[in-house]
């Protein structure tokens, strides 16, 4: 097992150029955190010949380049390169007895490329980060150069004891020092991976190998479903929960949709319109505590949000094992605009998104209305209940909410102004919440905002995206947050946000948010500066039309998702 150390290293190494190599490799490469690394040509080529190996064991798909190297590692590596397999038939130190570690070691010490750390010789310090100038030792031993060349190469080693193993190094292009002048060695300066994948390429005489760009796909993982609307998992969790609009949650298990649903709450769902079983999220310690939360429409219409726990089996929940969190009133006139997606925020408060009730324009205001659960962001704590007399109220009001304590808001409500904010997420790494809501008859947006800014003010129904609605012109804009992206009509009817991509398949697309339309079925995506700015808009036009997009969902891996109205789940991969 390879280990990373996560040492940063303060010294730049000059590279040699080197040549492409017709090798062939899959796209994008071995491993996925080094592309563009100015290495990577001599990393892959030391995998072609089997001389390194990823420094993660479940995956083997990372190399950590920037870590530094061990010697260890070392002692490993350079074993593999040189074929080297007599031991010497002893025990050499005494500090890595048992080790994984402690054959390759015996097989240097043997071959008199290493003596040890202590000046006795009998420890080597397998542990230790590798300097270059014990790089410089170990390389010239082991690959025996014996001409210094002419001259000092370097200024910052006169009269060391590595010097003339540096000049060594130097003479034979393994090296030009560790500035851009090439007149420093940083002799002390701990080695990073990737460097010592260009060392040794280099020593052994390999051609650097350039993978081609990673092939983006859309690989259909399940058809035929009815009418799925969600798709999530719990973190590290490697099954797949598909949310169905009549009140089932469906289970997958190695990309095999079981034969007996994780959850059926048929009975309790009234699917007309826009109502149904629309939400589902697990308690971030679901490992540990087995609770998760469905939002769904009662048989009354009204919104609920209930808690669930698994049962003894991992692949069922318990049923019988139901508490009503929050139930929300919603009007009786119509069947649409019930939100229903939920998440959890990095606090571990549960986030709710509420649809501004239904009908046309908003005709009750609650968009504009704090003080209504209606149009709004809810935030809650599901855990705590607070209001222990209350059977229709399980939770607690985090202190942090805005509108706690006074008048001027409910105490739920985290953020308002919006329409049906159908599909929301949360970045947890850059602690950001992005909200797809959908529009009138105008715009459809994407709204930004850090996880912990409360009471913001989306705009609706003054505004529709950036432009006014109620009234037409001059509407009221104050303390209004406009969407960081919007798009008419051309591009599609109802926006269906999605996720920003953590996924470990394409590293290119990490950190970009991907979203579609129910009606275009198209996908596009896009950064966000630090500044709140859009950057690199992207429209995947490869895929075509990939239909009615209900939803986009991610699983345990943070793989990307992409589910229709039509029954077909596709997963975002890349060519094998």
């Known amino acids: 097992m390879r280990r990373c150390l996560g040492f940063l290293v303060v010294f730049l190494l000059l590279l040699i150029p080197g040549v492409a190599s017709a090798g062939v490799l899959p796209p994008g490469g071995t491993f996925i955190d080094d592309d563009d690394d100015v290495h990577e040509g001599y990393i892959e080529a ?90 410089a030792v170990i390389w010239t031993r082991a690959w025996n150069y014996t001409d210094p060349g002419p001259g000092d190469f370097f200024d910052d080693d006169d009269g060391t004891w590595y010097e003339p193993y540096a000049d060594l190094l130097a003479n034979a292009g393994i090296t030009m020092g560790c500035n851009p002048s090439g007149t420093l060695f940083c002799g002390e300066s701990t080695t990073k991976r990737n460097e010592i994948a260009s060392f040794t390429g280099r020593a052994e005489g390999l051609t650097e190998m350039v993978p081609p760009p990673r092939i983006p796909l859309m690989n259909t993982v399940h058809t035929g479903l009815a009418r799925p609307l969600f798709l999530t998992s719990p973190p590290g969790d490697d099954r797949q929960f598909i949310v169905l609009k009549d009140g089932r949650i469906l289970l997958a298990k190695d990309d095999v949709i079981q034969a007996q649903p994780f959850l059926d709450m048929r009975a309790l769902v009234s699917t007309e319109g826009e109502r149904g079983l629309l939400g589902l999220a697990f308690h971030p310690d679901y490992d540990t505590n087995g609770k998760f939360y469905v939002s769904y ?17 991992r692949d069922l929940a318990n049923p019988g094992f139901a508490v009503d969190i929050i139930e929300i009133d919603q009007p009786n006139q119509y069947t649409n605009h019930n939100g229903g997606m939920i998440a959890f925020d990095p606090n571990g408060y549960l986030l709710i998104g509420m649809g501004d009730g239904g009908g046309s324009g908003d005709p009750f205001d609650h968009g504009e209305d704090p003080t209504t659960p209606l149009g709004a962001i809810l935030r809650i704590d599901p855990i705590v209940d607070a209001f222990p007399a209350d059977s229709t109220r399980h939770y607690a009001i985090p202190a942090s909410n805005p509108f706690v304590g006074t008048a001027a808001g409910a105490d739920e409500v985290w953020a308002y102004g919006v329409r049906n904010p159908w599909r929301f997420s949360v970045d947890h790494v850059a602690e950001r919440l992005y909200i797809g809501d959908v529009g ?61 991509y953590r996924g470990r398949e394409l590293p290119q697309q990490i950190g970009h948010y991907f979203f579609s339309d129910f009606c275009g079925g198209d996908l596009w995506s896009f950064e966000v500066t630090p500044g709140g700015a859009v950057s690199n808009f992207t429209e995947w036009s490869q895929f075509g039309d990939l239909g009615s997009v209900t939803s986009l969902g991610t699983d345990g891996s943070e793989r990307l998702y992409v589910i229709t109205d039509g029954g077909t789940i596709y997963r975002f991969t890349h060519l094998p």
């Not at 089997?50 to 590596?77: K, M, T, W």
């Not at 007895?97 to 010789?121: F, M, Q």
């Not at 949000?305 to 049962?311: L, P, Q, T």
């Open 46 to 135: 030391l995998v072609a010949e089997g001389i390194v190996q990823g420094c993660n064991a479940v995956y083997g798909d990372e190399y950590c380049p920037d870590d530094d190297v061990s010697r260890a590692e070392i002692a490993a590596l350079v074993v593999r390169a040189l074929g080297i397999t007599d031991d010497g038939g002893k025990d050499w130190f005494v500090d890595d007895d048992g080790k994984w570690y402690e054959t390759d070691v015996n097989r240097l010490a043997a071959a008199g490329i290493v003596t040890g750390c202590n000046e006795a010789g009998t420890h080597y310090c397998p542990e230790d980060s590798a300097t270059r100038a014990e790089i």
């Open 297 to 313: 429409t009662d048989t009354a219409g009204d919104s609920r949000i209930r808690e669930y726990r698994r049962s003894s089996n």
């Open 440 to 500: 009138q008859n105008a715009r459809e947006e994407i709204n930004v905002a850090d996880v912990d800014e409360a009471g913001l003010f989306y705009g609706w129904n003054h505004t529709e995206g950036t432009l006014c609605y109620e009234p037409s012109s001059g509407c009221n804009t104050a303390n209004t947050t406009f969407p960081v992206y919007q798009y008419g009509r051309g591009g599609g009817c109802s926006v269906t946000g999605g996720y920003v």
